[in-house]
């Protein structure tokens, strides 16, 4: 995978313009960050930073996504595979503890993965700003540009800070109205304890420089110290126009200057999952000779050109109600009281703006906290959940025009095929690969933490619906034949040598597995079934596509019917197991046995009417609670099942309860999958195509009889735009990419269409054409 390293440049500047308070695409606050989760976040998707906006004291975290404790390592466990068939038999005689406790020589070697790591933190000190007025810090979503301004006498002083992909850097210009007027200190500083400081003389540069390499570290959840050996080194170059500014080990200090840029790169010795021989210094070396001849208009006319090119694909208006003149965190208070369709808006486009800032070509993918992290123990490591938290974060990427930013989900599924063959065949005797429930930087896949929960293997193929929607959004056919489908093949064949007959049913069953993570071990949980049917069904028609494998799809085919089938319960409930053993008072928050509903597609209100009210009744058992990437998910369930007003009030609970004043989502604590899962879900209000058809406003809500969305993908490769009024469709404009045939259906109404490559058809509320 080719690596980039990624640098912070802060120009301090001549006072410029002051945004609008009613700005709609800016989340803004009158006051300076208190705590982390208040802090704004930038990012450019492998360096990520968390910006304060203190006056007299300013703290920038950083995150650099290759920073992990560890080792390359394999995980694996040589008594797993001779331990499976006990296992399969104590859960067939229905011996549930026991085979918990036996299951245990199934685990991962060592129990537990790696950890995401805090790279260090940029502090400014302005020794003059001690007393000040007139604040103001925000975050503009359609540049991408975090800014503070307020006033200190009779000057005023502003901050911009963004990251650009192109120059691999983070940005900052603080500006005065008045010259001379900059008397600051730059200092790093870094939560590990193994670093130097150190200043460097490069003629008209003051440089800083900070590295070392990770400690041995104390796990608290294994009482065991862990081993870590990546180096990593960052280095903070200033520029001064004007003034005078000296570097020692304490810092950079900056006395009345005019301008001042610096420029902060970060890079580690990670090389890839296997490889941690690469050079931090060297690195850092080649960005700061290439990042400090720019000016500071250049890196900024770059980073916004290459970010608008995504932002800008999709456009949104709900309508709005003038409450953008309230600061964000009185707005999100507010919204379970007020009407703020807007916010709505504005938390949609947020969800866009952190998958461009956490996942780009060359990263590592969005991990539970994307790339901002500031704990050396973070919540659950910081890792990639796969038994729904990655997924989630990558619901928006192609419905919402962001199809680039998949790619590094589609790295790391390259890389688990290796580990996850390994785990397959020394775990399970089977042919292909697998993932359990996590995996970290090293690639983990065997299963991890407790076999209650951690014995899980359908994390890729879950992984691999990605590759395969990657292909039904875009119609890549390369794509498909060099990089999804060879994936795919391998997590079929994994499934093809590991269902079993189950001895009661005759039906082939997953076991064992769990249902995440409720329940415990078990033989035959719903979503297994659900997941592998996709696989199975998503590996037949790509196999048609591409003309290959012609005895592997009629097996596929074969052993697709004869996996146990969703099925309905007794309290009229979708069965989370192959037993009825469902508690209509379970109000886990997980609803794993509905992935059929959505993310899958093999439930649908039209098509299976029976099946899709019985999710309806598993819903109303879960409850409308649970933590802020659940109810993410029921908005999208609700919207599935064209009940907009319940999928609307799943947001409202999300948006009201699950917000952070950053507009993070929490679990508690921060996660950032509910804010990818809410962008999903109100899309899938809008757009719906996983039914044979392009299905307009499917579930749109009482609370947004208004408005237009430009830009959103469907399936078959097409481009729709839609605008309503008064709860019903105006106009629809669908663009063909490729030229294929599409059913497009406004309510009762279908129309089937046979588009020419690039042709765009408007259609009204009649799916009549517009002339």
């Known amino acids: 995978m080719k690596r980039f390293i990624f640098v912070c440049a802060i120009v301090i500047a001549p006072f410029s313009t002051i945004y ?128 503070v301004h307020y006033r200190v006498g009779d000057a005023t002083f502003k901050r911009e800070i963004f990251s650009s992909y192109p120059d691999h850097s983070i940005v900052m210009r603080i500006s005065a109205d008045k010259p001379g007027q900059i008397n600051m200190k730059a200092a790093l500083q870094s939560p590990h304890p193994q670093v130097e400081i150190q200043p460097l003389d490069q003629g008209r540069y003051k440089t800083l420089r900070i590295f070392g390499q990770l400690d041995s570290y104390f796990n608290q959840r294994t009482k065991k110290w862990m081993p870590s050996v990546l180096r990593f080194e960052a280095r903070l170059c200033v520029i001064t126009d004007g003034g005078e500014a000296a570097a020692s080990e304490e810092g950079i200090s900056i006395q009345k200057a005019d301008s001042v840029t610096l420029i902060l790169c970060a890079a580690t010795s990670y090389q890839n999952f296997r490889d941690i021989g690469g050079d931090p210094a060297a690195k850092c070396e080649s960005v700061i000779k290439a990042v400090a001849g720019k000016d500071y208009s250049e890196l900024r006319k770059t980073h916004i050109a290459d970010y608008q090119e995504l932002f800008k694909r999709v456009s949104i208006d709900l309508g709005e109600t003038g409450a953008a003149r309230l600061p964000t965190n009185e707005r999100i208070k507010q919204f379970s009281e007020n009407n703020d369709p807007q916010l709505i808006s504005l938390y949609f486009q947020y969800g866009r ?115 395969w929607m990657h292909y039904a959004y875009t119609q890549e056919r390369e794509f498909l ?106 109000t886990h928050r997980h609803v794993s046995h509905l992935w059929g509903l959505h993310p899958g597609d093999e439930i649908t209100p039209r098509q299976t009417p029976d099946l899709a009210e019985a999710c309806k009744v598993t819903l109303s058992h879960r409850g409308d609670g649970g933590t802020g990437w659940s109810k993410a998910w029921k908005v999208n369930f609700w919207a599935r099942l064209h009940d907009g007003n319940h999928s609307y009030k799943m947001l409202s609970e999300l948006l009201s309860n699950s917000t952070l004043p950053n507009m993070f989502d929490t679990h508690p604590p921060f996660q950032i999958d509910g804010n990818f899962g809410g962008a999903s879900g109100i899309t899938e209000m809008l757009l719906q195509s996983h039914a044979d058809e392009i299905d307009l406003l499917p579930a749109l809500p009482d609370a947004l009889p208004a408005g237009r969305i430009t830009g959103l993908r469907a399936r078959g490769g097409f481009e729709i735009d839609l605008a309503w009024d008064d709860g019903k469709l105006t106009k629809a404009k669908i663009r063909s990419i490729s030229g294929n045939k599409a059913a497009i259906r406004y309510g009762d109404k279908v129309k089937e269409i046979r588009f020419k490559p690039d042709e765009a058809i408007e259609l009204d509320n009649r799916l009549d054409a517009i002339r």
């Not at 695409?25 to 990520?48: H, I, T």
């Not at 074969?558 to 009825?580: T, V």
Request: a negative charge; glycine letters at 8%.
């Open 481 to 586: 034949e060099k990089r999804a489908y060879p994936a795919m093949r391998g997590a079929a064949l994994f499934f093809t040598d590991f269902l079993v007959e189950d001895p009661e049913t005759g039906r082939l069953i997953s076991t064992p597995s769990n249902s995440p993570e409720n329940g415990g071990l078990v033989a035959g949980p719903t979503m297994d079934h659900q997941i592998i049917r996709n696989l199975f069904q998503n590996c037949i028609e790509a196999s048609r596509i591409l003309g290959v494998d012609d005895d592997l799809r009629r097996l596929w085919t074969d052993l697709k019917k004869r996996i146990a089938p969703s099925q309905i319960g007794q309290y009229g409930q979708l069965q989370e197991w192959l037993k009825d053993i469902d508690n209509p008072k379970n």
């Open 20 to 147: 609008a308070s009613d700005a709609p695409w800016r989340l803004w606050y009158d006051q300076p960050a208190k705590e982390w989760v208040e802090a704004l976040p930038v990012g450019n998707g492998s360096l990520g930073a968390m910006i304060f906006g203190g006056v007299e004291s300013e703290r920038i975290q950083f995150n650099e996504d290759t920073l992990w404790t560890g080792v390359p390592r394999d995980y694996i466990n040589p008594e797993a595979q001779e331990t499976l068939p006990i296992v399969r038999r104590l859960l067939f005689e229905g011996k549930q503890k026991e085979a918990e406790q036996a299951a245990g020589s199934m685990m991962s070697i060592p129990l537990r993965q790696e950890a995401y790591q805090p790279f260090g933190d940029l502090i400014l000190e302005f020794p003059d700003h001690q007393v000040y007025s007139d604040y103001r810090r925000e975050l503009n979503l359609e540049n991408a540009v975090a800014a």
């Open 353 to 467: 703006y952190l998958l461009i800032s956490s996942s780009r070509p060359g990263s590592q993918p969005a991990n539970l906290q994307g790339i901002w992290n500031q704990e050396l123990q973070p919540p659950w490591d910081s890792k990639w959940t796969c038994n729904i938290n990655t997924e989630m974060n990558y619901w928006p990427a192609e419905m919402c025009g962001l199809s680039e930013c998949h790619e590094p989900l589609f790295d790391m599924i390259e890389d688990l095929v290796i580990t996850g063959g390994k785990v397959a065949k020394e775990h399970y005797g089977c042919r292909g690969w697998v993932l359990h429930h996590n995996t970290d930087i090293w690639r983990g896949a065997a299963p991890i933490n407790a076999t209650n929960h951690g014995i899980w293997m359908t994390g890729g193929a879950w992984l691999c619906q990605h590759l």
